[in-house]
C-alpha cells in the first residue's frame, strides 16, 4: 500500500479543491475501489452556519443533534449527516434524505433500496463519511492520541516496536513521523488507532478486551486507505479480495 498522503484538508481521492463539486473514487494497491468519501474539518461550523446546518437536517437528526449539549457535539453529528447525504447525491444520485436501520450488531445501515453501505465517524475537529457498494468502515481522529497506557492495550509487540522505531508493521508500510521523538510516534499511533478502529467499524460485530485489539490487524484481512491531514488522521477500511 503506497504511504498515507499529506494533504490538504478535503476528500480522500478528491478531484478538484476540497470544497468543489465533485467527490473522488477512492483508491487502494492502485487499484479503484466501490467507495468514495472522506474527511472534512469542521472548525467553521458554529453560530450562524450551525443553526442553518441544522435547519436542514430531517426532524429525528436534528433531534439527535439538539440532544447534544454543546455545540461541538451538536456540530459533529449535523455535519457528518450533511456530508452523508452530499456523497449520496453528487455521487450515486440519490437526493432524498435517509434515514437509518440499526443492524444486527448494532452498526447502522441506510434505510435505502441502492444496496449501499455507509459508515460515519467524526473528532472535535472534522467529520468523515464513506459510501461504498459493499462493506465498509471509516475512522477520523485528532492528532495527539498518544499514551504509553493506551498504546500498551491496544498495540501488538510489533507495533509497539514500530512506533518507537518506525520499521514495518506486518506487510503495510506506515508512513514514519513527521519528526523524530514524541511527534512521529504519536502520529504513528494515530495512523494506527484509524486502522483498528475503522477496520472494527468495517466489521460490525465489535471486539472487546486487549487481545482482540491487539491481533486484528495480524490476519491482513483489510486493505485501508490513511490520509494525513494537520490536525487530524483519516483511515477507511474494507475487506481485502
Known sequence: MAEPERGREGWQGAAGNPDGERLGRGGCHGAKQPWRGGALPIDQLRGPRLQAALAALPEWRRAEALAYKFESGQAQC???YILLCRILRECYGITEQPRFIIGEHGKPELDLSAGLHFNLSHCKEAVAAVVAEEPVGIDVEMR???RPSL??????PEELRWLEDGDRVGQDTLTPGENEGDCGRDLRFTQLWTRKESALK????????S???KGLLAEDRFLFDTRIYPRYVCTIATFRK
Open 78 to 80: 449535523a455535519a457528518a
Open 151 to 156: 498504546a500498551e492495550y491496544v498495540c501488538s
Open 144 to 146: 495527539g492520541r498518544y
Open 202 to 209: 468495517l466489521l460490525g460485530t465489535g471486539i472487546t478486551g
Open 211 to 213: 487481545e482482540g485489539l
